[in-house]
């Protein structure tokens, strides 16, 4: 054993309660009308391009549309989402945007709509361009129009792992085989798919989505139990340096 205290926050790591019901509540599930439940990056290739904090209890449309036509409301949920969403449009630059983003970009004038609800992250494909949403690992899936999918479950998924990499941590037991440990995020692409062959860099237009809580609880835990410098084991969790936007996502944390 490490000698780790096997409670983290008042929770018992040995018998956690399966619906985790007392884990949210010691943590704080997003509620609906909590501010900055997400924090969105969007990337042309390498670039980033932009970075938003998302308090609105409705959510956020990307989009791009230069022009926007005047509609009734009806009509504009209908095409558009909610209007009350926060509405981010994705730039263009006209000296330096590739043409094949440029006609992308087209094909984005519905968007996809992004909804915290619950504590997990939900995503609903409006737009022409095909969508897709999975990790850096390549295991990816196609939102389909219209459709309001759940991209990031954090209740049934992410709390699960990490609680068992908590309690597997606490018991000092290094022999025990995991997943991957479980990432605070999200990827989405934008008309292409990536994996092996293709890194997400490399894909036209993508996006990070970050669930600022479970990145809290990533955080929590590399201070709790931080890298075993004697360790060479590939099972060993592995964190990557901050860059500015784990900072920028980390400033829209402390608003919580």
Same mark, same amino acid.
């Given at each position: 054993?490490?000698?780790?205290?096997?409670?983290?926050?008042?929770?018992?790591?040995?018998?956690?309660?399966?619906? /985790?019901? !007392? #884990?949210?509540?010691?943590? %704080?599930?997003?509620? &609906?009308?909590?501010?900055?439940? *997400?924090?969105?990056?969007?990337? /042309?290739?390498?670039? %980033?391009?932009?970075?938003?904090?998302?308090?609105?209890?409705?959510?956020?449309? +990307? /989009?791009? =549309?230069?022009?926007? #036509?005047?509609?009734?409301?009806?009509?504009?949920?209908?095409?558009? %989402?909610?209007?009350?969403?926060?509405?981010?449009?994705?730039?263009? =630059? +006209?000296?330096?945007? @590739?043409?094949?983003?440029?006609?992308?970009? %087209?094909?984005?004038?519905?968007?996809?709509?992004?909804?915290?609800?619950?504590?997990?992250?939900?995503?609903?494909?409006? =737009?022409?361009?095909?969508?897709?949403?999975?990790?850096?690992?390549?295991?990816?899936? $196609?939102?389909?129009?219209?459709?309001?999918? &759940?991209?990031?479950?954090?209740?049934?998924?992410?709390?699960? +792992?990490?609680?068992? /990499?908590?309690? #597997?941590? !606490?018991?000092?037991?290094? $022999?025990?085989?995991?997943?991957?440990? @479980?990432? @605070?995020?999200? *990827?989405?692409?934008?008309?292409?798919?990536?994996?092996?062959?293709?890194?997400?860099?490399?894909?036209?237009?993508?996006?990070?989505?970050?669930?600022? &809580?479970?990145?809290?609880?990533?955080?929590?835990?590399?201070?709790?139990?931080? @890298?075993? !410098?004697? !360790?060479?084991?590939?099972? =060993?969790?592995?964190?990557? $340096?901050?860059?500015?936007?784990?900072?920028?996502?980390?400033?829209?944390?402390?608003? *919580?």
């Amino acid at each position: 054993s490490s000698g780790i205290n096997a409670e983290y926050g008042g929770i018992d790591l040995q018998n956690p309660p399966e619906d /985790y019901l !007392s #884990v949210l509540a010691k943590f %704080g599930l997003p509620k &609906k009308n909590n501010p900055n439940s *997400m924090a969105i990056t969007i990337y /042309y290739k390498t670039v %980033g391009v932009s970075a938003y904090g998302i308090s609105n209890p409705v959510g956020a449309r +990307l /989009y791009y =549309c230069p022009v926007r #036509v005047q509609m009734t409301d009806e009509m504009s949920n209908e095409l558009y %989402g909610p209007q009350a969403a926060t509405q981010i449009c994705m730039p263009l =630059c +006209l000296n330096s945007t @590739p043409k094949a983003t440029q006609t992308l970009l %087209g094909t984005l004038t519905r968007g996809v709509v992004l909804q915290e609800d619950g504590g997990d992250i939900f995503a609903t494909r409006l =737009c022409q361009c095909a969508v897709f949403f999975g990790d850096k690992r390549g295991f990816l899936t $196609k939102l389909e129009r219209g459709q309001r999918v &759940k991209i990031f479950d954090f209740k049934n998924r992410f709390l699960p +792992l990490f609680f068992q /990499y908590l309690k #597997v941590q !606490s018991e000092g037991d290094q $022999k025990v085989l995991l997943d991957p440990f @479980p990432e @605070p995020d999200v *990827m989405l692409s934008f008309g292409q798919r990536w994996g092996d062959k293709r890194p997400i860099e490399n894909t036209l237009i993508w996006a990070k989505v970050i669930h600022l &809580k479970a990145r809290q609880l990533v955080l929590d835990f590399t201070q709790l139990f931080p @890298p075993l !410098s004697s !360790s060479t084991n590939d099972d =060993c969790i592995q964190f990557s $340096k901050s860059d500015d936007y784990d900072r920028l996502a980390d400033a829209f944390s402390v608003a *919580m």
